[in-house]
């Protein structure tokens, strides 16, 4: 399953180290995290860091590649 | 220290630093005690422990608080209530409306709010109760639970929820009806004049620019806020800080945790990054983690100057530091020093199994991907983790194994079996023993040995679930109970080993005593209740002493029922209302009671087993309950219902193979309900199916006697229970031999012989004394002949007048009688030493059984005699008798 993240703010290396399985990328004042997670529960499992390290999410989308 | 926290947390930190005074919330706040429940639910570092903190500081004195904070992950619902309970305690302040709860392998979580909201309806003065970091609550259970409290929340209860997302409870009805207050993170923003005043408490002063920035690019976000309140306090240019930070992109608590750190000194820097793999901190964990000293001094001043960390005990000695910014601090440290994390992983668990802190130590092994270090200190303090009820903790912490751990590892296996017995899936808990025994010659002798008795004792579990007694007693006890220890096992194991032993002896004694051998259950009953109280083992206390009612029930119904008294007052004190451990002590009482012809008595105690008993974990217990209940139908003569109850006792579940004393009973009664119903000729079929060594027993002929004269063949009746009254035919147990008298007595009379019936009521009297049983007399509809039964010429005639109260109806006479102004006179421990005055016990023996001293009981009967009015001990059980302090008619000879 590939989905995209997107999250507030740039993310430092330090952060990235929170989501070892995405690709980052920076538009503008926000980030893109993209990769194929395995299902359903390793998406939540991003969301959950996410919503841990006090980010703030913006959209997450499913792709199709 | 535990690893639950109460109240006293937060009270710990009174001057906690940037506390901001948040009036409008304050009033928010102060207005929603009119309702019943607020929930604060905003994303982390929004604010929401230190809004309550400051406002439950403000608050007038008098208004009571219980705060409980859940721990990451918390998936126990057991630990989750214990906590809430504690906090409970000491916030309501009045012990006397929460029960002290011990944990217990049995809790309930759904019988104890039904408790906890019958105890609180009737406090009057409000009890605010917080329940901090609810998100982290991770048991199914525990929501439902909570979710009962909330429906049925007492008035005297307002309840805080906080949480970073809306909780998954059923609020809508409450939010209708105007009970509900939210707090949301929009209203936890920081205003410019709050932002303000954070910085001027912490010493800043920035330029009316500066501090709007600030603002604007934190949005007001509190977490956001006071990191910049800490980095900027060691900043030389204040204003560029501001400058810099509002010119980058980079997310708000990131930027500015790495700036706070980088201002640090390096000790302080270094132990921030590597206490951060722990879930709390103390000094000398910290000491050893960082190779430093003087940790605890750093960590006090941490707390005294910097929000996000937390003493967690009045004496400031253990810390915790904020999600968010332990989360922050864990990616620093991965970054910073990647090697290094594993290391400081085992560092902690090492630390934390040499303080028996064992789920604390396995977590970090876990986290260290040490598995056998994990698989074997979960190994080593099984019994214990079982024993403190944390099943739940175990199966969370066995989940964190990887699929294959399992194979190769034997003790592992041992302890995934255990698990599943507790699960109830005796086949899975099997193959995993079988897996564990195959592997078992890979470990060094010690830990082969200890696996050896782990799997026995697993074994002898399930065979005691399925009642496959032989099985059960089959494990090679001897050697493990007799053996010597050994000084390895006195330095490392002793505790696993006497934990081992106080369980293994609680469950022989339960199985020996459910195969008839009730002296060998006594015997080692005894010794795990002794064990019990050496090492203040709750649960195993209260098990021994409930079955050890049931064992002294053959001997003396007065020593049985004084045994399961005190086993109930011992569940009690530890608030154990409904467990199933204590369901055999209620359904003995129920049945002291039954026989003695107290009905109603006997169906509140057997209404309250019904209650407390899980049938699929004490399968023989809720045989006899229903058997129990069966005989209470009989006796009010309600034959239909009597016949479902018996017909249920007599269908065991397929896995379980039942005492022959309870079937052979139990069939009895069956058979002869169904002849007293009419239907003879199913009665007979039945009978017919019978194994030729069941038919050879009392129980057998009597059931044949009552179809031979429900079908008018009194003289076929005689003859069926000729063999008992000649004694060629055994009975099992005294009632059995009365049953078969009063049939004979029937037949006799059906065929005229009147002296025959004569003797047979007189014997019946004589054998039914002893224990006072009135019940064989009341099913066997023989009240004509007993009627007719000369008083003047019987030695029995208390009973005789007894059992005719009983059969007229009346049950006030010295039953009921004058009992309640007594009992308050007398104080609960006299009360249960009189209870064990009908026996034959000496003082220092009830001493033993009640665990005081002979002195204590020698006090206790002194007291008693004065208010009894009495100067003997045999006119003190006349005298109780008479008020229905104790049974009636329990006469020895």
Redesign the interface.
Known sequence: MRCEIVVRGLLSETLLAAFPTLSAEAHGAETVLAGTLADQAALYGVLAQIEALGLELIEVRRTHS | MSRTRVGVVDAASPGAPGLVARRELFDVLDRALSGRVTVVSA???SGKTFLLRSWLQQAEPGLRVAWVSLDRGESDAQRFWLSLVGSLRDGVGDNSFVEKLTPSPEFDGFALVEHLVSDLDSLDEQVVLVIDDLHELNSADALAQLELLLARLPHALHLVLVT??DPPLPLGQLRLAGDLTEIRAADLRFTLEEARELLDAAGIQLSEGALATLHERTEG?V?GLRLAAIALAEHPDQEQFVAEFSG????????LL?EMLDRQPADVRTLLLRTSVLERVNGPLADLLTGGTGSERILQNLEEGNSFVAALDAGRSWFRYH??FA??LR??L??ADPGRVDELHQAAARWYADHAEIVDAVRHAHAAGDWPQASRLLAEHMPGLLLDGEGETLRALLAGFPPDAVSADPELASVFGADQITRGSLEGATAYFDLAERQAPRLPDDRRRRLKWTIAYGRLLVARRRGDLDGALDGGWADFLSEPQTPGEIEFGQKFGQKLRALALLNLGIVELWSGQAEAAEEHLEESLELARRLELAYVEVGSLAHLGAAGYIRSPALARGRCEFAIARAEAHGWRSEPIVGIALVTLGAIELWSGNFDTAENWLDRADQALRPEAEPATALLLRYARGLLHCGRGRHEQALREFSAADHAPTLFVPSQVLTLRTRGYLLQTRARLGDTAAARSAYAEMSDEDRRWGEAHAALAVIELAEGNAEAAAEAVAPVLEGTAPVTGASSLVDALLLDAIAQNQLADAQAVAVDIERALEVAEPDGLVLPFVMSGVRDLLERHPRHNTAHAALLTDILDVLGGSTSRRRQGERAPMVDELSDGELRVLRFLPSNLTAPEIGGELYVSPNTVKTHMRHIYAKLGVHRRTEAVDRARELGLVGPSVRRR
């Open positions: 994303p982390p570092g970073r997302r976000w977490a980058t992109e980079r997310t708000v608590a990131d930027y790495t999600q968010l989360d922050l990616l620093l991965r970054r």
